[in-house]
């Protein structure tokens, strides 16, 4: 197993892409940290985890409040002695919009919880990462960061391309350290939140600008986090791998 006895916290893990990334690592062995701003949905991972023989700990917390993520860090250290990986994948956007239409309120909210959890996460672990001399970070961009995509919003666009900034700075500085820090940006992937965003004949239509003709599923993301998290990436550092069946080649 890829992961045995790993200390892995996993960020927006209450559904969608981080519950089924929490999942593919509790498969590979790994000991599971999930928080997520819905307390319920991520204690339910981390019982569903439990469920496999995993051990797994949820947490309500929210991935952009310096508080609340210090408090996960300090649990998972009491808990577990180390923070082997995180994966930054709290974020995504609940409603297109025009960007004349987008209020301030809204820009705040969609960096906040797609740009500064990475970096308030990322800051909590560092210490902890930086005493073992090892510790791999995976932040989750998105296809829009890469290259135009449709049907998406520009302050999300614009946080998921800092998220890509802040990877490469951050495996700049923490690489010396033995932390290697990588991002994924996953082209539209069928989660719940995606489907929700449009209508059927929207999807077909977003699938027809997709080389492979379909939306990814989000075990083909969680696959490339796995994969960066993992020591077969052991010199990957600074990347942002596509995972979008050719929607962006950037
Ligand atoms: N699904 C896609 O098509 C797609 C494409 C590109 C990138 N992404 C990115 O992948 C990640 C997961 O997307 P998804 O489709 O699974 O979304 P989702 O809505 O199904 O899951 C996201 C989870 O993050 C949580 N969350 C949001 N803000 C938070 C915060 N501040 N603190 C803690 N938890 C928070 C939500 O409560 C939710 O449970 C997001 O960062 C999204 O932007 C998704």
């Not at 990475?118 to 290259?147: C, D």
């Not at 520009?154 to 495996?171: E, I, N, Q």
């Not at 992937?189 to 990814?216: D, S």
């Not at 599923?217 to 791998?241: H, K, Q, R, Y």
């Amino acid at each position: 197993m890829r992961f045995e006895g790993r200390v892995v916290i996993v960020t927006g893990a209450a559904r969608g892409i981080g519950a089924v990334t929490a999942e593919a690592f509790a498969r590979e062995g790994a000991r599971l940290a999930v928080l997520d701003l819905d307390g319920a949905g991520a204690d339910a991972t981390a019982k569903r985890l439990r469920e496999t023989g995993a051990e797994a700990v949820g947490f309500r917390a929210d991935a952009a409040a310096p508080g609340d993520v210090r408090g996960v860090v300090d649990a998972v250290v009491d808990r577990w002695q180390r923070v082997d990986v995180l994966v930054n994948n709290a974020g995504g956007f609940a409603t297109i919009r025009a960007t004349e239409d987008i209020t301030d309120a809204e820009w705040e909210s969609i960096l906040r919880s797609n740009l500064t959890s990475v970096f308030v996460a990322s800051r909590a672990v560092l210490p902890v990462m930086k005493r073992q001399r090892a510790g791999r970070i995976v932040n989750v961009s998105s296809v829009v960061a890469r290259g135009g995509a449709v049907r998406v919003t520009s302050h999300y666009a614009a946080a998921k391309a800092g998220v890509v900034g802040f990877t490469r700075h951050l495996a700049l500085e923490v690489g010396p350290d033995g932390i290697t820090v990588n991002a994924v940006a996953p082209g539209t992937t069928m989660t719940e939140r995606v489907k929700a965003l449009r209508t059927p004949e929207q999807t077909r239509e977003v699938a027809q600008t997709i080389p492979v003709r379909r939306l990814g599923e989000p075990m083909e993301i969680a696959e490339a986090i796995l994969f960066l998290a993992s020591d077969a990436a052991s010199f990957v550092n600074g990347a942002t791998l596509d995972v979008n069946g050719g929607q962006v080649m950037a």
